[in-house]
């Protein structure tokens, strides 16, 4: 887990690299390329032969963009990538940041009139190219042509060699037929002849399949074609899919069917243009019509038997992570952890706790100052001790058969100071608060993001981040369209999981985040003549009674800590060896 991936290039490799790259730009006639950190499925995670743009430049982040031009060359990674980006990459690769100056903007500086910028089409999106294309007016000329990176990347891996297997029908609460019977009739009614699907989670959730060999995300890599008739036209490696026996409603094709499986479409077409390769609307041209990826909305909305996956997948990881809480205890104070050795013992629990496929996303464990560090990811370089007096954040989560969990957890070292104390309850009052909202329905998540910062806001302090992201049921653990932040705009619904993880962040000196997975419901009450929604916990993890500062809480956030502590013991603690049972019978007692 902690190995990056061998053929990220280092600094020193970084150039010679570029020159190669450069000589087979001057020979394809290009005078600028594009080389994105995504692959064809604009997945979070890639599979080792997709990593060009570490290959190239050293950058190991989950996005951003590199901009060669014959004389100079920029990389662009968003904020939180600021510091890591620096470390990375050689000198000759500017870093600049999208929200300063885009990739359209800097190009029309760095190229001249009328250049040629050369791109993979499979790589880009139809949005992001439309965009760019839009911002470099008639400076440029976008020009989609073969992967220059691939031409010189002679060792580059084989692709994955992925193992596909059915998500039964007790998991998936729901036949794939019937899934694509109600599609289809969706795509009718609105008149279109197919849908273009080029998600493999939304493949995935669509014909309640799963596969491995994709790190941290149990996706099976493919592109489909979903008609109106109900029919599916699925390219992938045949052979990962033989030993499931024919379908007769599905035509199995190899990936490479696909563009050409696309051209034979008759229109209108359905393309999501936030996920679907620039090249397929290429070939579709006027056949296709823009419109959201259909299973995006059936897959966020949870059914009773996914959540009853969710909530079990979540009673055997808490039980993991009460194991690693009560280890941590005796051996942080004992001295001699450090965050990879903490990590690496947090996903042996995991491991242990049966079923696990994966580990979701790379562990965050971060002490003292690393833990300010939002998306800080430890290596060999950045690994420190863990020391008394400091806090320790760990964020971390599993891909089990039957769900995907995503908990965080910050921990005192030793005496925590009143700073930690106060700034702790303060973000565990804002998760409190999301935890007890109640709301309309047809509400965002914007609407109740600041439920979460009040606490924060009243002293004058914030966090950077949305509060909760969607999380998928054995999927990606990062989903959309839901979301609780300042910029989530899609309605909740009931069925939708989120997560609920408020902050708070003092560089140079400490971290702080708590989160828990959440499932909206109906409550069951109306509110202005509306159902009335809220929110079911899955996670069932103690939080740090050393860091609560209990004169801060009102009567009901302390009635919420007890009620949640006691319900965290009653569902562990039939789960946990002896010595983890009695750690969890004090870490739950009553506040008092
Ligand atoms: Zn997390
Ligand atoms: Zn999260």
Same mark, same amino acid.
């Given at each position: 887990m902690f190995q990056s991936f061998d053929a990220t290039a280092s600094p020193e490799q970084g150039p010679p690299r570029l020159a190669a790259l450069r000589d087979v730009m001057a020979e394809a006639g290009v005078d600028a390329f594009l080389v994105p950190r995504a692959d064809r499925f604009q997945g979070e995670f890639v599979a080792p032969a997709d990593e060009r743009l570490a290959w190239l430049t050293g950058f190991t982040g989950s996005a951003g963009l590199a901009v060669i031009c014959l004389d100079t060359a920029a990389i662009f990674v968003d904020g939180r990538y600021r510091l890591q980006v620096r470390d990375q990459v050689a000198e000759d690769f500017a870093p600049l940041d999208p929200a300063e100056i885009t990739p359209g903007a800097w190009l029309t500086e760095n190229v001249a009139r009328r250049a040629k910028v050369g791109f993979d089409p499979w790589l880009h999106t139809v949005d992001g190219i439309t965009k760019l294309t839009k911002a470099v007016g008639d400076h440029a000329v976008l020009h989609p042509t073969h992967n220059l990176v691939d031409r010189i990347w002679t060792d580059r891996p084989a692709p994955p060699v992925q193992t596909v297997r059915? !998500?039964?029908?007790?998991?998936?609460?729901?036949?794939?037929?019937?899934?694509?019977? &109600?599609?289809?009739?969706?795509?009718?009614?609105?008149?279109?002849?197919?849908?273009?699907?080029?998600?493999?989670?939304?493949?995935?959730?669509?014909?309640?399949?799963?596969?491995?060999?994709?790190?941290?995300?149990?996706? #099976?890599?493919?592109?489909?074609?979903? !008609?109106?008739?109900?029919?599916?036209?699925?390219?992938?490696?045949?052979?990962?899919?033989? !030993?499931?026996?024919?379908?007769?409603?599905? $035509?199995?094709?190899?990936?490479?069917?696909?563009?050409?499986? #696309?051209?034979?479409?008759? +229109?209108?077409?359905? #393309? $999501?243009?936030?996920?679907?390769?620039?090249?397929?609307?290429?070939?579709?041209?006027?056949?296709? #019509?823009?419109?959201? $990826?259909?299973?995006?909305?059936?897959?966020?909305?949870?059914?009773?038997?996914?959540?009853?996956?969710? &909530?079990?997948? !979540?009673?055997?990881? +808490?039980?993991?992570?009460?194991?690693?809480?009560?280890?941590?205890?005796?051996?942080?104070?004992? +001295?001699?952890?450090?965050?990879?050795?903490?990590?690496?013992a947090l996903e042996e629990f995991r491991t242990q706790a049966g079923d696990l496929l994966d580990i979701s996303f790379d562990t965050i464990s971060g002490s003292g100052p690393n833990a300010a560090i939002v998306h800080y990811r430890v290596s060999e370089q950045t690994d420190r001790k863990i020391r008394p007096g400091e806090l320790y954040l760990v964020d971390s989560g599993g891909q089990y058969i039957d769900g995907t969990t995503d908990v965080t957890r910050t921990l005192a070292v030793g005496e925590p100071s009143d700073v930690h104390r106060d700034r702790y309850t303060r973000v565990l009052q804002g998760l409190i608060a999301i935890s007890l909202a109640r709301f309309p329905s047809g509400r965002a998540g914007r609407d109740i993001d600041a439920l979460a910062r009040a606490p924060l806001w009243r002293k004058g302090l914030d966090y950077d981040h949305g509060t909760g992201h969607g999380v998928g049921a054995c999927l990606n653990v990062h989903e959309g369209p839901q979301r609780i932040s300042p910029a989530g705009m899609t309605s909740l619904k009931p069925g939708m999981i989120l997560s609920n993880e408020p902050g708070y962040y003092r560089p140079g000196e400490f971290g702080i985040r708590i989160e828990n997975l959440l499932v909206v419901r109906e409550d069951g009450k109306t509110l202005n003549e509306r159902d009335r929604l809220c929110f079911e916990t899955l996670t069932y993890v103690p939080f740090d009674r050393r860091l609560i500062e209990t004169r801060l809480l009102g009567p009901w956030e302390r009635t919420w800590i007890d009620a949640y502590h006691s319900e965290v013991n009653e569902k562990l603690s039939g789960l946990l060896s002896a010595s983890a049972k009695a750690w969890l019978d004090a870490a739950t007692k009553s506040l008092g």
């Open positions: 059915v !998500h039964p029908l007790e998991l998936s609460g729901e036949k794939s037929s019937s899934k694509r019977e &109600r599609l289809a009739r969706e795509l009718k009614d609105a008149g279109q002849r197919a849908a273009i699907l080029t998600l493999p989670e939304s493949i995935c959730w669509l014909l309640n399949i799963r596969g491995d060999g994709i790190p941290c995300s149990p996706v #099976v890599q493919a592109f489909a074609i979903l !008609h109106d008739t109900g029919r599916v036209g699925l390219f992938s490696s045949p052979e990962k899919f033989e !030993h499931l026996g024919p379908d007769p409603n599905i $035509d199995l094709e190899g990936e490479d069917g696909f563009g050409r499986a #696309v051209g034979r479409l008759e +229109g209108p077409v359905r #393309v $999501d243009g936030q996920s679907a390769p620039w090249r397929v609307s290429e070939i579709l041209q006027d056949r296709a #019509v823009s419109g959201d $990826d259909p299973c995006i909305m059936p897959k966020a909305c949870k059914n009773d038997a996914e959540i009853k996956g969710m &909530r079990n997948a !979540h009673l055997r990881d +808490g039980a993991a992570m009460v194991e690693f809480l009560a280890w941590f205890d005796k051996e942080a104070s004992a +001295g001699g952890l450090t965050e990879i050795s903490a990590a690496r």
